[in-house]
């Protein structure tokens, strides 16, 4: 979401119902590895291009699959046009090719 006091967040509820506001936040299998490399690495002056590519990273590191590809993963951004909050989903083309653009390395043996 995005509002005028905090900018975007991304918002995580439980099934007790609370609910906190993040600027980067992982969930499901895997998060605790995922949080590592986000609290390392993410910065709140990012452009869209480097989240994104930060996204890809940690997909890389905590995925159950050895390769990424457009077939298993979409994106998704939100960006202000105009002074309103847009959602632009990415197409099986730019997928690959932010995919591509991604150096990921090997996969970590300590997430699995």
């Not at 995005?2 to 509820?13: A, E, K």
């Not at 609910?19 to 690495?41: R, T, V």
Request: net charge negative; hydrophobic share 35%.
């Amino acid at each position: 979401g995005w509002d005028t006091r905090y900018g975007f967040q991304l918002y995580h509820s439980d099934p007790s119902g609370n609910y906190a506001g993040w600027q980067a936040h992982a969930i499901g299998n895997k998060n605790q590895p995922a949080q590592s490399i986000l609290k390392q690495e993410y910065k709140t002056d990012l452009t869209t291009e480097e989240a994104a590519k930060l996204a890809v990273k940690v997909l890389s590191k905590t995925l159950d699959s050895t390769t990424l590809s457009s077939e298993k993963l979409e994106f998704s951004t939100m960006t202000l046009v105009d002074g309103k909050p847009t959602m632009k989903v990415l197409t099986s083309a730019e997928v690959d090719a932010l995919i591509g653009s991604v150096d990921v390395g090997p996969a970590d043996d300590d997430n699995e």
